[in-house]
């Protein structure tokens, strides 16, 4: 079974859809028997996922859209980055 470093060390190529089928099943095995790395990934999922779409929501924003959802996802984003 993979060591919780080395699942760390694949989190960003998991999230990028970059792991073959292999590495997968190895990733899943472990995240469904570690809670550390479970939540680890979960958090990187949620503040990726933030990232593209406040980045999505730039342009409208450009052009003088009031859009509620910008300041809510500022705000989740904030949230998800404590040290940022
Ligand atoms: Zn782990």
Redesign the pocket.
């Not at 694949?10 to 899943?28: F, K, M, P, T, V």
């Not at 933030?50 to 959802?69: K, M, N, W």
């Given at each position: 079974m993979l060591s919780?470093k080395q699942?760390a060390d694949r989190a960003s190529a998991l999230i990028d859809g970059e792991l073959s089928a292999w590495e997968l099943i190895q990733i899943r095995l472990?995240l469904a028997m570690?809670k550390?790395?479970s939540s680890f990934i979960d958090q990187l999922r949620k503040t990726d996922h933030l990232t593209a779409v406040a980045a999505e929501i730039d342009e409208p924003l450009q052009h003088g859209a009031e859009d509620g959802r910008y300041t809510e996802i500022l705000s989740m984003l904030r949230k998800e980055q404590p040290r940022g």
């Amino acid at each position: 079974m993979l060591s919780c470093k080395q699942v760390a060390d694949r989190a960003s190529a998991l999230i990028d859809g970059e792991l073959s089928a292999w590495e997968l099943i190895q990733i899943r095995l472990h995240l469904a028997m570690c809670k550390g790395c479970s939540s680890f990934i979960d958090q990187l999922r949620k503040t990726d996922h933030l990232t593209a779409v406040a980045a999505e929501i730039d342009e409208p924003l450009q052009h003088g859209a009031e859009d509620g959802r910008y300041t809510e996802i500022l705000s989740m984003l904030r949230k998800e980055q404590p040290r940022g």
